[in-house]
Each structure stands twice: as C-alpha cells, then as structure tokens.
Nanobody
Framework: VQLQAFGGGLVQAGGSLRLTCVATGSIFSIDVMGWYRQAPGKQRELVATITSGGSANYADSVKGRFTISRDNAKNTVSLQMNSLKPEDTAVYYC?????????WGQGTQVTVSS
C-alpha cells in the first residue's frame, strides 16, 4: 500500500483546509484509515481514524472542528479541518492500520498563523 497526501498549506487562524489521501494497492474492509500529525519537537499523535463502515474516532483536541471521511470505492480518506488554530500546525500523515500493521504516507505540512 502506498499513500499520498494532498492539501496542506498555510492558513490563518479560524480558516479551513481539506486534506485528502489516496491509497494505491489493495485496501481491505478490515483496514482502518486515518490521520496523524507531528509538530516540531513533539511525538506523532492521532488526529482521527475511520473504519470502512464509517465509524470515526477523533482526538479530543479536534472534536467538533475536524471531520474525517472515507471513500471505499476510491481508496481515499479525507480530513476537513475547520476553525484551525495555531496549535494545529504540524506535518499531517495519512495512515492505514491493517490489524496493527501500519502504512504511512509522506506527510503534508499544515501551518496555521495567528
């Protein structure tokens, strides 16, 4: 599985961005797709995940602001990010979790200016 993420950029606080990740190779119904992020000097952390059935899980810090979605037919996962805050600044990584065997994309930078 190869993952390629798109949509990062620079945005002012309060603004919105949409990230999309395209997976090439086989994606199975057991795969959980998601987004993680890593800010400078910090550990990589979970942002949101979604199952093939559409069950989503969010970090407390993004609940109510971010929405994850998945298109099983196109093997894509997207992250709509609204009401962005400077503390959301990080490199965002697309992820596939296949029963704890992880695949990672290359990351896309999101910078939120105050």
């Amino acid at each position: 599985v190869q993952l390629q993420a798109f949509g990062g950029g620079l945005v002012q606080a309060g603004g919105s961005l949409r990230l999309t990740c395209v997976a090439t190779g086989s994606i199975f119904s057991i795969d959980v797709m998601g987004w993680y992020r890593q800010a400078p000097g910090k550990q990589r952390e979970l942002v949101a995940t979604i199952t093939s059935g559409g069950s989503a899980n969010y970090a407390d810090s993004v609940k109510g602001r971010f929405t994850i979605s998945r298109d099983n037919a196109k093997n894509t996962v997207s992250l709509q990010m609204n009401s962005l805050k400077p503390e959301d600044t990080a490199v965002y990584y697309c992820n596939v979790d296949r029963r704890k065997w992880f695949y990672w994309g290359q990351g896309t930078q999101v910078t939120v200016s105050s």
